[in-house]
C-alpha cells in the first residue's frame, strides 16, 4: 500500500491522457486531461455525480465511466480533506531508508488509528534563497481507507495510478501560470470551506483550510454589503496571515497574485474587496490563454471540478 500512495514525486513529461477523481462523502468529481507531444495540456472534461450511499457511490463512478469511455483508463484519486492528515516532523540527518520508520512514530500521537495502519509519504519545503535547512512534513492516511479508494477503482474498471492530496492538485493549477515568476496564491472557495495555497516554482509553500466557504457569502451577495464584508474580513486576515508565515518561515517575497476561484456563484464584490485589503494583485482564476478547454464550459463550472482537474494535470517521469 505504501507504493499506491505515489504523492510526491519529480516532474516530468506525461504523453497521453491522465483522468482524475476527487471523491467526496456525497459526490464524485472527474476530469480528463490530454497532453500533446510538446507536454501541453488540454481539458477534455470535467464531470461530476452525486450519491447518498456507498451502494449509489459505485454506481455514481460507473455512470462516469461509461459516460466519458473512460474503462481501462490510468487515473489519480485526490483524497477529500478529513481522509488524511499532514503534520510537521523533525528529520535531523537520518538515512533516507530510516525516514519513513522515524515519521511513523513521530506522528503516533496525532493520529486517531495504530501508527501501523498509516500509510505514509514524506515532503520537504526548503526556505526561498536560504541555506537553512527544509521542513519536512508526512502526509499520512489510514490504509483500509485507501485500500476502499483502490477496490473503488479496479471495480469499475479504471487503473490507479497514484493517490494525491488536494493542496498538489492546486499546486499543479498554479504552475499552469508560468509567466508569474513570482509565483502565484490559489483560493478555492468551495460550498462549506475554503482552501489557500502559495506556489512558487512548483514548490508548494502553504496550504491553510479556511471555514469560510461559498455558502457564508451567497446570503449577502446581493444586497447586505456589510454582512458580507464581515465575513469576508475572516478571509482577509486568514490569507494575510499566510502571507506573514511564508514570509517569516521561509523568507518567500509576496507572491505575483491572488487568484481566486468561486463555485456556486461569481460574486463580483469578493474579488473587489480581496484587492482592496491585500498588498498583492487579486483576480478571478481564468483557463483562457493557460489551459485548452474541450467544448463549452463557464469558468465557475469548472472550478466546482477544480480538485479533479489539478490531480489530472499531475505529471511524472516517464
Request: hydrophobic letters at 40%; one cysteine or more.
Amino acid at each position: 500500500m505504501e507504493a499506491v500512495l505515489g504523492i510526491f514525486s519529480s516532474k516530468g513529461k506525461v504523453n497521453g491522457s491522465t483522468v482524475s477523481l476527487y471523491l467526496e462523502s456525497d459526490g464524485i468529481s472527474v476530469a480528463g486531461v490530454k497532453r500533446d507531444q510538446m507536454g501541453l495540456a488540454t481539458l477534455q472534461f470535467a464531470d461530476r455525480e452525486t450519491f447518498s450511499s456507498v451502494e449509489e457511490r459505485n454506481s455514481a463512478l460507473e455512470q462516469l465511466v461509461r459516460r466519458h469511455h473512460l474503462q481501462n483508463s490510468r487515473c489519480v484519486v485526490v483524497l477529500s480533506a478529513d481522509s488524511y492528515q499532514t503534520i510537521q516532523v523533525e528529520m535531523a540527518e537520518l538515512l533516507d531508508s530510516e525516514r519513513r520508520d522515524a515519521a511513523r512514530w513521530q506522528i503516533r500521537e496525532r493520529i486517531d488509528y495504530p501508527p501501523e495502519e498509516a500509510v505514509i509519504d514524506l515532503f520537504e519545503v526548503p526556505p526561498f534563497g536560504s541555506e537553512k535547512k527544509p521542513l519536512t512534513y508526512v502526509v499520512s492516511a489510514q490504509q483500509k481507507l485507501l485500500r476502499d479508494r483502490v477496490q473503488l477503482i479496479e471495480q469499475c474498471n479504471l487503473s490507479l495510478e497514484s493517490i494525491d492530496i488536494p493542496e498538489l492538485a492546486l499546486r499543479n493549477i498554479c504552475e499552469l501560470f508560468v509567466e508569474d515568476d513570482r509565483g502565484v496564491a490559489l483560493l478555492l472557495l468551495l460550498e462549506k470551506s475554503g482552501i489557500l495555497v502559495i506556489v512558487r516554482e512548483g514548490i508548494l509553500y502553504l496550504v491553510r483550510w479556511l471555514s469560510s466557504g461559498m455558502e457564508d457569502l451567497i446570503p449577502f451577495a446581493d444586497g447586505d454589503y456589510e454582512a458580507l464584508t464581515e465575513q469576508l474580513d475572516t478571509i482577509v486576515l486568514e490569507i494575510q496571515r499566510s502571507f506573514d508565515y511564508c514570509e517569516s518561515t521561509f523568507h518567500l517575497p509576496m507572491v505575483s497574485r491572488l487568484l481566486v476561484a468561486q463555485t456556486q456563484r461569481e460574486i463580483p464584490a469578493v474579488i473587489s474587496y480581496l484587492n482592496d485589503y491585500l498588498v498583492t494583485q487579486v483576480e478571478p482564476l481564468g483557463f483562457e490563454g493557460i489551459l485548452a478547454v474541450a467544448g463549452e464550459s463557464d469558468q465557475i463550472q469548472l472550478n466546482r471540478h477544480l480538485l479533479a482537474i489539478g490531480g489530472a494535470l499531475r505529471q511524472e517521469d516517464n
